[in-house]
């Protein structure tokens, strides 16, 4: 993924959330957590570790929650 396409997104714990929720409802249910920090802080390993399909996921997670933001 190219880094400026994100430049402007939203990185509130609203949207972190959303995207998480997003994320995690399209992923195998190995990737999910059930506590909020944990997502948060899975959302943070994504960036990082996960494979090519889980950043596939969330890049669409962020593509769909930087589009319609809830605040
Ligand atoms: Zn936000």
């Given at each position: 993924?190219?880094?400026?396409?994100?430049?402007?997104?939203?990185?509130?714990?609203?949207?972190?959330?959303?995207?998480?929720?997003?994320?995690?409802?399209?992923?195998?249910?190995?990737?999910?957590?059930?506590?909020?920090?944990?997502?948060?802080?899975?959302?943070?390993?994504?960036?990082?570790?996960?494979?090519?399909?889980?950043?596939?996921?969330?890049?669409?997670?962020?593509?769909?929650?930087?589009?319609?933001?809830?605040h």
């Amino acid at each position: 993924m190219q880094k400026d396409e994100f430049s402007d997104v939203c990185t509130c714990e609203t949207c972190l959330l959303d995207i998480a929720s997003y994320s995690l409802n399209r992923l195998p249910t190995g990737y999910v957590a059930s506590h909020q920090g944990e997502i948060l802080i899975r959302i943070r390993e994504f960036e990082t570790q996960l494979k090519v399909d889980a950043i596939s996921t969330i890049t669409e997670a962020i593509k769909t929650v930087s589009q319609n933001p809830r605040h």
